[in-house]
């Protein structure tokens, strides 16, 4: 039953988290999930955390999605909006930078501890505490105060060129300025600095 339930509702790299099965004993689901990666159906990729067993098209066996894994833990938990990604990750994302990130970072409510490092199905995940807790309303601004606490860090771009874009992405994601005033005490003080030199001060005042 639990084999049918899985295949119906969940795709090839889907992660299959063992606290959203439907079961009526805790010891009898692990007893299931055990026997379905014994017999190879199920891939066990961490703890408490399934992928369907598949060929890919090079015959080669199947991976459960790192992305898919990530929003459905940290960036929208249980279907609500919990978490974004953040740092070097972001700003590729974005095109401030070529730099290609060796680890995914995210900021979310679903994280205990100011930062920790995860390795799941060989892929390292940091995880940060938020500063304040996420939302749907608040999310792109604090992700775009995250971004400007490392752009000088991270951008490869003239001065013009900085300014154009982060036009460009203020403009795509929506961002509050007024929620950024509320929030900008929250960050360092390089925010106010790297705000000024991507001309962006007259949004705030």
């Given at each position: 039953?639990?084999?049918?339930?899985?295949?119906?509702n969940?795709?090839?790299?889907?992660?299959?988290?063992?606290s959203?099965?439907?079961?009526?004993?805790?010891?009898?689901?692990?007893?299931?999930?055990?026997?379905?990666?014994?017999?190879?159906?199920?891939?066990?990729?961490?703890?408490?955390?399934?992928?369907l067993?598949y060929?890919?098209?090079?015959?080669?066996?199947?991976?459960?999605?790192?992305?898919?894994f990530?929003?459905?833990?940290?960036?929208?938990?249980?279907?609500?909006?919990?978490?974004?990604?953040?740092?070097?990750?972001?700003?590729?994302?974005?095109?401030?930078?070529?730099?290609?990130?060796?680890?995914?970072?995210?900021?979310?409510?679903?994280?205990?501890?100011?930062?920790?490092?995860?390795?799941?199905?060989?892929?390292?995940?940091?995880?940060?505490?938020?500063?304040?807790?996420?939302?749907?309303?608040?999310?792109?601004?604090?992700?775009?105060?995250?971004?400007?606490?490392?752009?000088?860090?991270?951008?490869?771009?003239?001065?013009?060129?900085?300014?154009?874009?982060?036009?460009?992405?203020?403009?795509?994601?929506?961002?509050?300025?007024?929620?950024?005033?509320?929030?900008?005490?929250?960050?360092?003080?390089?925010?106010?600095?790297?705000?000024?030199?991507?001309?962006?001060?007259?949004?705030?005042?």
């Amino acid at each position: 039953m639990v084999y049918d339930y899985i295949v119906e509702n969940y795709k090839n790299g889907d992660p299959i988290f063992l606290s959203e099965l439907p079961y009526t004993s805790k010891d009898y689901l692990r007893q299931e999930m055990k026997q379905l990666t014994d017999e190879g159906k199920l891939e066990r990729v961490y703890n408490g955390v399934y992928c369907l067993s598949y060929p890919t098209i090079l015959g080669t066996k199947g991976k459960m999605s790192i992305d898919r894994f990530i929003n459905k833990k940290y960036l929208n938990a249980d279907g609500e909006v919990s978490g974004y990604i953040t740092g070097l990750q972001l700003a590729n994302k974005y095109g401030f930078t070529t730099q290609n990130p060796s680890c995914y970072e995210v900021r979310s409510n679903e994280a205990t501890t100011k930062q920790r490092k995860l390795n799941v199905d060989g892929n390292t995940i940091i995880i940060y505490k938020p500063l304040v807790k996420i939302t749907e309303e608040n999310r792109n601004v604090l992700q775009f105060l995250d971004l400007m606490s490392v752009i000088d860090r991270y951008s490869e771009l003239s001065k013009e060129e900085l300014r154009e874009k982060l036009q460009k992405y203020v403009k795509t994601n929506k961002v509050d300025f007024d929620q950024a005033r509320e929030y900008l005490p929250l960050y360092p003080d390089r925010v106010y600095r790297n705000l000024y030199e991507g001309g962006l001060m007259n949004e705030l005042v």
